[in-house]
């Protein structure tokens, strides 16, 4: 058969495969650069950008855990005015969408963000990290809210004119709610799932593993929570998602694509495999070859059938 068409259309981002980058384990492109062809990526989603650079926090900050890695960062970056200025030139020099994950601790440090990154040269949309503790509500995550989530998306829709990707928190007790809020409040697509929350300790100290004591559970462990709320998602809203969890294989990534995902992002494994992106793009086209499908969205959704 012809070679199969592997493009997908994400919000009105046009990606010329399903496969793209989890933030937060791509740096900005330019560390990967040496491993994989940039230009093959159907997209690219950047480290968390906040209004003013973060030193993150304190060591140890990543523990490896059974079947994955617990992660306490701390959105550690150079803030969006250095992004914008170094990080993206780099970038503009790629075929690939550039996806900006964004993070505040206000609504309006939201809203500022996605006004200072609208209409910028070479940024295809904003992915917005709604896990990140509102400091006006005590700590409480925006995510964990299904108002308060709203709120973010509500503020970022007004202040730009790019595709919005909600990226949504397991750590609730539906995320099919969480999803309809941010839906109804004008998301154009969703990401999900973020990490789950989780801890591990030390027993020769006596302590948490983490600084931070909890951390973001993410890698192999927890890529059936995250097909199940695919899943879930689909089925009640229509919707365009991105889906990841877990996914190391190109049989991984199509789980997520029958279950109702457009893309599917590749996180953790790009730790234990710089050219995971690669093997799991060249792994869904020789899949669609072998079954005879001409066409990836043939897939999307197929295990609902």
Same mark, same amino acid.
Request: with cysteine; proline share 7%.
């Given at each position: 058969?012809?070679?199969?068409?592997?493009?997908?259309?994400?919000?009105?981002?046009?990606?010329?495969?399903?496969?793209?980058?989890?933030?937060?384990?791509?740096?900005? @492109?330019?560390?990967?650069?040496?491993?994989?062809?940039?230009?093959?990526?159907?997209?690219?989603?950047?480290?968390?950008?906040?209004?003013?650079?973060?030193?993150?926090?304190?060591?140890?900050?990543?523990?490896?855990?059974?079947?994955?890695?617990?992660?306490?960062?701390?959105?550690?970056?150079?803030?969006?005015?250095?992004?914008? !200025?170094?990080? #993206?030139?780099?970038?503009?020099?790629?075929?690939?969408?550039?996806?900006?994950?964004?993070?505040? *601790?206000?609504?309006? *440090?939201?809203?500022?963000?996605?006004?200072? #990154?609208?209409?910028?040269?070479?940024?295809?949309?904003?992915?917005?990290?709604?896990?990140?503790?509102?400091?006006?509500?005590?700590?409480?995550?925006?995510?964990?809210?299904?108002?308060?989530?709203?709120?973010?998306?509500?503020?970022?829709?007004?202040?730009?004119?790019?595709?919005?990707?909600?990226? #949504?928190?397991?750590?609730?007790?539906?995320?099919?709610?969480?999803? !309809? $809020?941010?839906?109804?409040?004008?998301?154009?697509?969703?990401?999900?799932?973020?990490?789950?929350?989780?801890?591990?300790?030390?027993? /020769?100290? /006596?302590?948490? $593993?983490?600084?931070?004591?909890?951390? @973001?559970?993410?890698?192999?462990?927890? /890529?059936?929570?995250?097909?199940?709320?695919?899943?879930?998602?689909?089925?009640?809203?229509?919707?365009?998602?991105?889906?990841?969890?877990?996914?190391?294989?190109?049989?991984?990534?199509?789980?997520?694509?029958?279950?109702?995902?457009?893309?599917?992002?590749?996180?953790?494994?790009?730790?234990?495999?710089?050219?995971?992106?690669?093997?799991?793009?060249?792994?869904?086209? /020789?899949? #669609?070859?072998?079954?005879?499908?001409?066409?990836?969205? !043939?897939?999307?959704?197929?295990?609902?059938?």
């Amino acid at each position: 058969m012809a070679k199969p068409n592997l493009a997908v259309n994400v919000a009105g981002i046009r990606m010329k495969n399903p496969v793209t980058t989890a933030s937060g384990t791509f740096g900005f @492109g330019s560390e990967y650069a040496p491993f994989v062809d940039l230009n093959r990526l159907g997209a690219i989603v950047v480290k968390g950008i906040t209004l003013l650079p973060r030193q993150g926090n304190p060591p140890p900050r990543i523990v490896e855990t059974p079947a994955g890695i617990l992660n306490a960062i701390g959105l550690q970056n150079p803030g969006v005015d250095h992004f914008i !200025e170094v990080a #993206l030139p780099y970038l503009r020099q790629f075929d690939l969408p550039v996806i900006v994950n964004i993070a505040g *601790d206000t609504v309006e *440090d939201y809203a500022a963000l996605a006004a200072r #990154l609208d209409g910028v040269p070479g940024v295809a949309g904003l992915e917005v990290n709604i896990s990140c503790p509102n400091v006006k509500k005590g700590g409480l995550a925006f995510g964990a809210d299904p108002d308060s989530a709203a709120a973010v998306v509500r503020a970022v829709k007004g202040a730009t004119r790019l595709p919005v990707v909600v990226k #949504l928190s397991p750590n609730v007790t539906s995320i099919v709610r969480l999803a !309809e $809020a941010v839906v109804e409040a004008g998301a154009d697509a969703l990401s999900m799932i973020n990490t789950l929350l989780g801890m591990a300790i030390d027993i /020769r100290r /006596r302590c948490p $593993a983490l600084a931070n004591v909890m951390g @973001g559970l993410s890698g192999p462990a927890i /890529r059936p929570v995250a097909v199940r709320a695919v899943w879930q998602v689909y089925q009640a809203l229509k919707v365009p998602i991105v889906g990841m969890g877990g996914i190391v294989t190109a049989e991984d990534a199509l789980e997520f694509i029958m279950a109702g995902a457009t893309a599917v992002a590749v996180g953790t494994a790009n730790f234990i495999n710089p050219r995971a992106t690669m093997d799991i793009i060249d792994g869904i086209e /020789r899949f #669609l070859v072998e079954e005879g499908v001409p066409d990836i969205q !043939e897939l999307i959704g197929a295990a609902h059938m």
